[in-house]
């Protein structure tokens, strides 16, 4: 045992477990670096305490508020005036080829606000399509159709159907002539398909007066027969005018 013990004293004493001036470097070295290690050390929680932290994440991205006394209200504003027409198209063709779907339009509210107009009829003949969702040839698809259609033979006479001032007159290849008269009280209406025209904007017309000849439907409702379009508007919404006709 003795041996052992002298042969580690000599061991140690040749090579001391520090060298001169190593505990010093260590300590200069901490200091110089103290700073930068606590920085890293505040950097690494925050991470963690964000990471691990559920609440930081539930909280709503949007806060509503209400005055006081005031409860807040869920339910959606209620149009002012009903919907006539659709937005959608039928059930019943839905599962057609190119059913298109057209905008809702004002029902004007007739007998509530301000009567209806009393429409006598432009021309002589049968009523063909209504107004509504129908087949339209023209395109091959079911579309809203804004007015309904006075199925007569091209050159016959078409009649104001009420008094008003002529405000509008126009020639395309899909109406042909189409006039519209303004009828007062936010109605107008108006006629399409016209071959020729007898009245120029601003003319009064009264029931029955003359404006032109039918003529062949144009290329918006080809493949009908000759008839007129006629729609009746209320403040530049299309209305169905059917109830309006006598």
């Known amino acids: 045992m003795l041996k052992i013990l002298a042969s580690w004293k000599k061991l140690l004493s040749r090579q001391p477990l520090f060298r001169p001036g190593s505990?010093?470097?260590l300590q200069r070295a901490l200091r110089r670096r103290g700073l930068y290690l606590v920085l890293l050390a505040i950097l690494f929680g925050g991470s963690y305490y964000l990471v691990t932290n559920d609440d930081v994440f539930k909280k709503p991205a949007i806060q509503t508020f209400t005055l006081a006394g005031q409860p807040a209200s869920q339910e959606l504003p209620v149009p002012r005036e009903p919907l006539a027409g659709s937005t959608t198209v039928p059930p019943e063709l839905q599962e057609q080829?190119?059913?298109q779907a057209a905008p809702a339009t004002a029902a004007g509210q007739a007998g509530k606000d301000e009567a209806l107009p009393s429409?006598?009829?432009p021309v002589s003949g049968k009523m063909?399509?209504?107004y509504g969702f129908t087949y339209i040839p023209a395109f091959d698809d079911y579309r809203f159709h804004s007015g309904v259609d006075l199925e007569a033979p091209a050159g016959s006479e078409v009649k104001a159907a009420a008094a008003g001032v002529v405000k509008q007159v126009e020639h395309s290849d899909a109406w042909r002539y189409r006039l519209i008269i303004d009828n007062g009280n936010g109605y107008q209406t108006?006629?399409?398909h016209l071959s020729s025209i007898k009245v120029a904007k601003g003319d009064k017309v009264q029931p029955g007066t003359v404006l032109g000849e039918l003529g062949?439907?144009?290329?918006a409702e080809a493949g009908t027969p000759a008839h007129l379009h006629l729609e009746l508007l209320k403040n530049g919404k299309a209305v169905d005018p059917v109830?309006?006709?006598q």
């Open 119 to 121: 429409l006598a009829l």
């Open 97 to 99: 080829p190119g059913a």
């Open 128 to 130: 063909g399509k209504g």
């Open 23 to 25: 505990l010093e470097r």
């Open 243 to 245: 109830p309006a006709l």
């Open 190 to 192: 108006v006629y399409a």
């Open 216 to 219: 062949d439907p144009g290329t």
